[in-house]
């Protein structure tokens, strides 16, 4: 089992552009999670999908976040326009029912 | 009162030593109860569930008080691979019950 695969993991990007942050989850999961993860705040749940639906969205900070799952297999979360404060780590997380995270190697992003 | 609260140490331990991590939580219908272990620049992973009547893993011991809202993990004989940062987890009640809180973690490091 290849386990959570997340790519990029690195990004610098300068501020105003948009990012795009790819996860794979592990086959069979059908729970799939974006948290982020600062210094300040810790690891915050920005949003859940579960069989491919959005169910909670209800942390991600802004409009300029948006996150899709087309399919079982592949989620993105883009920021557009990104801002220097966006810099933090972000993991993808999947869970098979009823529960037990695993988390991929996460994205570190950093806007300049 | 934050959902999840921990001591952020840094606790820095001699290798034997026994240390004792703390966490509260404050939303009292939360439904289970986690120790998640982060290693530096890593992804957090399971550590141990917690359960009410306490549970070992071991060198690791767990234990919840529900009427005083608090966790405790416990090491013993600590090794240098113990050193990472600890992280308390509470899920969410009810319908949330998918939802991992995160405490912002406790930094460990055991020197020789």
């Known amino acids: 089992d290849a386990g959570v695969i997340q790519s990029p993991r690195h990004e610098v990007t300068e501020m105003g552009q948009e990012v795009t942050l790819r996860c794979k989850p592990i086959?069979?999961?059908?729970?799939l999670f974006w948290y982020r993860q600062t210094m300040m705040r810790g690891l915050e749940l920005l949003i859940y999908?579960?069989?491919?639906?959005?169910?909670?969205d209800s942390g991600m900070p802004e409009d300029r976040f948006s996150a899709k799952m087309p399919n079982a297999s592949f989620s993105t979360l883009k920021i557009q326009p990104s801002e220097p404060r966006d810099s933090a780590v972000y993991f993808c997380?999947?869970?098979?029912?009823?529960?037990?995270?695993?988390f991929g190697s996460g994205t570190r992003l950093t806007v300049v | 009162r934050k959902e999840v609260e921990q001591d952020p140490g840094p606790f820095n331990v001699p290798e034997g030593a026994t240390v004792a991590f703390n966490c509260t939580y404050s939303?009292?219908?939360?439904?289970?109860f986690f120790w998640y272990r982060q290693d530096c620049r890593k992804e957090p992973k399971l550590l141990m569930s917690?359960?009410?009547s306490g549970n070992e893993d071991g060198r690791f011991t767990a234990q919840l008080n529900r009427a005083s809202q608090y966790i405790s993990l416990l090491i013993r004989d600590s090794k240098l691979s113990d050193s990472a940062t600890y992280l308390c987890?509470?899920?969410?009640?009810?319908?949330?019950?998918?939802?991992?809180?995160f405490g912002k973690g406790t930094l460990l490091t055991v020197n020789p």
């Open positions: 999908f579960n069989n491919n639906v959005p169910i909670d």
């Open positions: 086959s069979g999961h059908n729970s």
């Open positions: 939303n009292s219908a939360s439904q289970s």
């Open positions: 997380a999947s869970s098979p029912p009823p529960a037990g995270y695993t």
């Open positions: 917690v359960y009410s």
């Open positions: 987890v509470v899920t969410g009640s009810g319908g949330s019950n998918y939802k991992l809180t």
